[in-house]
T-cell receptor, first 115, second 117 residues
Framework: EAQVTQNPRYLITVTGKKLTVTCSQN?????MSWYRQDPGLGLRQIYY???????DKGDVPEGYKVSRKEKRNFPLILESPSPNQTSLYFC??????????????FGQGTRLTVV | AQTVTQSQPEMSVQEAETVTLSCTYD???????LFWYKQPPSRQMILVIR??????QNATENRFSVNFQKAAKSFSLKISDSQLGDAAMYFC??????????????FGKGITLSVRP
């Protein structure tokens, strides 16, 4: 079954304690991305990766890091989480244009609370 | 930069009736994709329908159809015969088709649809 797996689904942590949210896809997709969803703002891109070892900032990258050492995995790292990073996070993967199949597959979401 | 606007934060529809969700976007590109995603309380992002900008024909998926007006940069979603399970937040999204570019999804703010029994 084609899927994107995120872990954990829920996380409560304290300010400053480093954490990693994992993301793995089994579809051999080149393109992977992280989004955060906040009320009234929709989803906004944090970081993306166009292939292994190729990553770049999205629209809201401050306070986050990513790595892409393998094609299937794209972890999101918060080195020193702060309360303004409390949000719902989604990992997504897809083929890259000009592929005709452009559907993005999303993980189940991670609800992060930083206190 | 591309932007997507969903100006209605909430809508309500009677079960079995038809409802239309509005979306406008702004882009200078000629080739792109447009999507509607559904997010039920489970938070899962579910693709409802997709439209390629180069196709003039409006996309249809069972009870869901779109009205794509490229010149007006409008992309509305029509849900026919609304069902209780259609209650969710709906997001309109844009994706560039330019090769080599960041093919991110640019989302609108979403609209919460409720269905009255």
């Amino acid at each position: 079954e084609a899927q994107v797996t995120q872990n954990p689904r829920y996380l409560i942590t304290v300010t400053g304690k480093k954490l990693t949210v994992t993301c793995s896809q089994n579809m051999n997709h080149e393109y992977m991305s992280w989004y955060r969803q906040d009320p009234g703002l929709g989803l906004r891109q944090i970081y993306y990766s166009m292939n292994v070892e190729v990553t770049d900032k999205g629209d809201v990258p401050e306070g986050y890091k990513v790595s892409r050492k393998e094609k299937r995995n794209f972890p999101l790292i918060l080195e020193s989480p702060s309360p303004n990073q409390t949000s719902l996070y989604f990992c997504a993967s897809s083929l890259s244009p000009p592929s005709g199949n452009t559907e993005a597959f999303f993980g189940q979401g991670t609800r992060l609370t930083v206190v | 930069a591309q932007t997507v606007t969903q100006s209605q934060p909430e809508m309500s529809v009677q079960e079995a009736e038809t409802v239309t969700l509005s979306c406008t976007y702004d882009t200078s590109e000629s080739d792109y994709y447009l999507f509607w995603y559904k997010q039920p309380p489970s938070r899962q992002m579910i693709l409802v329908i997709r439209q390629e900008a180069y196709k003039q024909q409006n996309a249809t998926e069972n009870r869901f159809s779109v009205n794509f007006q490229k010149a007006a940069k409008s992309f509305s979603l029509k849900i026919s015969d609304s069902q209780l399970g259609d209650a969710a937040m709906y997001f309109c999204a844009y994706r560039s088709a330019v090769t080599g570019a960041n093919s991110k999804l640019t989302f609108g703010k979403g609209i919460t649809l409720s269905v009255r029994p």
